[in-house]
């Protein structure tokens, strides 16, 4: 598969396919290089990696992307024009477009830019090296700040003064621990360390959601748990989220990854490293504003997981039930949350838990409003509050309904 991968790669790479090529047709119509692929797509591009998202840069101007454009069946939403950025969508996919900049002020959180035409200014107003190197339509590379080099070593450079490029956006002190991570460059050099060190309170000026935006980003990576492995990352990464008390449980997450093919998400992620007895995980919710969604996934947790603390039946006596209410992933999860609260992780008696949790079969509820309505009972919230006690009853007695039990408690209501 990895030599077919390969293969498809090399005959038909991501630059040549049909929607970039149109979006290319429009923008080099001189034959020069108007318009040239950058970022995080010629990064994965160059490693052989999935390429997700797609970012070009051109020396055209918003308003001069919007008129060449609007002349195709391309459409134009105008999602960052401010900042010199427009999104095409072509067949339901999207393309980030920026015009060349260079910046003019910066306060750390905001940038100030001018548009250029001039491809290295816009490469020296970049992060790092490796986030400056072009690919254009035909595959040739234009790489100014030598970021090709870097990223064969994987290594994460800023490019020009680390001191200077962090103080003109504080969260590329995040996005250096996410490259760092990513590509296992776990030994910063000095310069950049000290640099790090010295504007790490600057975090503090960025609004919530764009720390929270990149630490999902963080934690969403493959090896995120390779974090432990770096004094450094990991000294940085406690002191910018205090509120990850836990994050030394992640040592056995790459045990877990092939348990039963199941998906350990960012909300399993983030529940690991917060949840305890106390109320830390709605500190942490509340001070990110996080998604209802994600709010909810983590109090459910923090809930099964006070459930097991108290209830050494959780995973036997009261197992069908705990499935019943709660589905079978997330009480396979609640278990391994739990497991890496312990020093020792038993792998084979989790996936014993694991099998016993997947034969378990729950039946269906038999008793419905209709049921009850032709026992003489009137609809409306009557007969939800009898469903409700029934359906305990049924839980309760493993499942089972006694006919003779049941008709004795309709009576009786």
Known sequence: MFLIDNIKRALFPFYKSEKIKKIFDVLNQNGQNNA???????RKYILKQKIDEIDIATIFTPDELIEKFSKTNIKIKKTGIEHGTITLILENE??????????ISTDGRHAKVSFTKDWKKDSDRRDFTINA?????????????MGLKDLKNKKVNFIGNPDLRIKEDYLRILRYLRFSLEYENFEPNDTNLKAIKLNLNGITKLS???????LKKIIKLENFQNILRSSFLLHIFKLIFPEFKYIDRLKNLSNFKNINNIELDENFILSTMLIDLSDNHEYFSHKYNISNETKNCINLYSKL??????????????????????????IKLILLIFSMTKEKVSLPKIKKTFKKIDSVSIPK???TGDYLIKKGFKSGKKV???LKKIEEQWIDNNFELDDGKLNDFLKKN
Not at 36 to 42: E, N
Not at 208 to 214: A, V
Request: charged fraction near 30%; hydrophobic fraction near 35%; proline fraction near 3%.
């Open 94 to 103: 999207s393309f980030e477009i920026t015009t060349l900049r260079e910046d």
């Open 36 to 42: 040239m692929l950058v970022g995080g797509c010629v």
């Open 384 to 386: 939800g509050e009898l």
């Open 133 to 145: 190197i072009y690919l254009d339509s035909k595959g040739k590379i234009l790489d100014p700040q």
């Open 365 to 367: 509820f038999p008793i």
């Open 208 to 214: 919530k959601e764009r720390i929270y935006n990149e």
């Open 305 to 330: 997981f006070a459930n097991i603390a108290s209830n050494k039946n959780f995973f036997t006596k009261d197992l069908n039930k705990n499935i019943f209410y709660f589905g079978k992933r997330k």
